[in-house]
């Protein structure tokens, strides 16, 4: 029986996507560090309006070789306009990476008014440079893990003191070779926060041994 023109190129695309060997997955490819050939999401930061200068989130990057995604909101000082800082973490405690930081970012907004941001005098990263009080932002940031440093990017949303909204979009890197298993957001000013709310997803984009993984390959 001749096969259909439909039939054909199915047999087609399955020879040419066909695995050889012993290779075999089932489902989503579940790594044992806690992230996957997809997205999962492996934890939250939520800070409560006007009730600390701060917050941290820690164990929730566990491996180089992976992409992290922080998406949410995040509030400035509660009582004026404020920068919004991010610093990495290390061990189990909220001990803060503070040296090797390298990165820029760039903003505009609705008034024309443009700009650009340096790495802050501590040494940590600005995420956005203008906040206004018991309003936030949405950001949606990538972190790129690898044994020698850490790659971010990311953009944000910008509404300042004086009503103007816009966009602010940056990149860092931190070359420190300790290796990040934290964040901490903070405020340039010396009030407490307004409300902040971060998920953060992972995805790791090398397996470095069958160990690493639920399934098998060859």
């Known amino acids: 029986m001749a096969l259909s023109k439909i039939q054909a ?24 560090a806690g992230q ?11 800070l409560a309006g006007n009730s600390a200068t701060s917050a ?20 400035g000082d509660h009582s004026d306009e404020a920068g919004i800082y991010f610093t990495l973490l290390s061990g189990n405690s909220a001990t ?10 760039r903003h505009g907004d609705d008034s024309s008014a443009e700009g650009a941001v340096q790495i802050n005098a501590n040494n940590v990263f600005i995420i956005n440079p203008r906040q206004a009080s018991t309003v936030f932002g949405i950001v949606d940031m990538h972190l790129y893990m690898q044994p020698s440093g850490t790659t971010i990017s990311g953009n944000m949303a910008l509404h300042d003191q004086g009503g103007d909204r816009g966009f602010y ?6 070359s420190s070779s300790t290796v990040p298993t934290g964040f901490k957001i903070s405020s340039s000013e010396s009030g407490n926060m307004s409300a902040s709310n971060l998920s953060v997803y992972g995805m790791r984009i090398r397996q470095n041994a069958t160990s690493k993984m639920t399934g098998s390959y060859s």
């Not at 996957?36 to 939520?46: G, K, R, V």
């Open 9 to 32: 190129e199915s047999m087609n695309l399955a020879d040419t996507y066909a695995f050889s060997g012993t290779t075999s997955f089932s489902g989503n490819l579940s790594s044992s």
């Open 36 to 46: 996957s050939m997809i997205p999962e999401f492996i934890s939250n930061l939520f």
């Open 56 to 75: 941290s989130l820690t164990s929730c990057f566990t491996s180089t070789y992976s992409v992290y995604r922080l998406i949410g909101v995040i509030g």
């Open 96 to 105: 803060t990476i503070d040296s090797n930081w390298y990165g820029a970012g």
């Open 169 to 174: 979009i940056f990149n860092a890197k931190n």
